[in-house]
Nanobody
């Protein structure tokens, strides 16, 4: 059973930066596609970014393209989400998720088998 733990969330001012981490345990992340999702209060969860097992493919939602960067270090069993030029509308709980056989590089939640518990990001002055 793969376990995912997010960290790095917190309070950041508009225009600021934050790096989220998603660390896996109990199993290697090497074969999993990883997605970052977020859920703001009163809204549905939405996909933000995803990355293939090798790191050679990345995808971003239009709302974060050019501001967020996803990366992974398989040796550390960790995936990162760098948030730059943060906006108040980025405020949400951020989740990472891992998918294997059904993963196809998108944000369909049925592509993902394992989910973390989330980390809160608040963008406010």
């Amino acid at each position: 059973q793969l376990q995912l733990v997010e960290s790095g969330g917190g309070l950041v001012q508009p225009g600021g930066s934050l790096r989220l981490s998603c660390v896996a345990s109990a199993r290697s992340l090497d074969y999993y596609g990883i997605g970052w999702f977020r859920q703001a209060p009163g809204k549905e969860r939405e996909g933000v970014s995803c990355i293939s097992s090798s790191g050679g493919y990345t995808f971003y939602s239009d709302s974060v393209k050019g501001r967020f960067t996803i990366s992974r270090d398989n040796a550390k069993n960790t995936v990162y989400l760098q948030i730059n030029s943060a906006k108040p509308e980025d405020t949400a709980v951020y989740y990472c998720a891992a998918g294997w056989r059904e993963w196809s590089g998108g944000f369909g939640e049925d592509e993902y088998d394992y989910w973390g518990q989330g980390t809160q990001v608040t963008v406010s002055s």
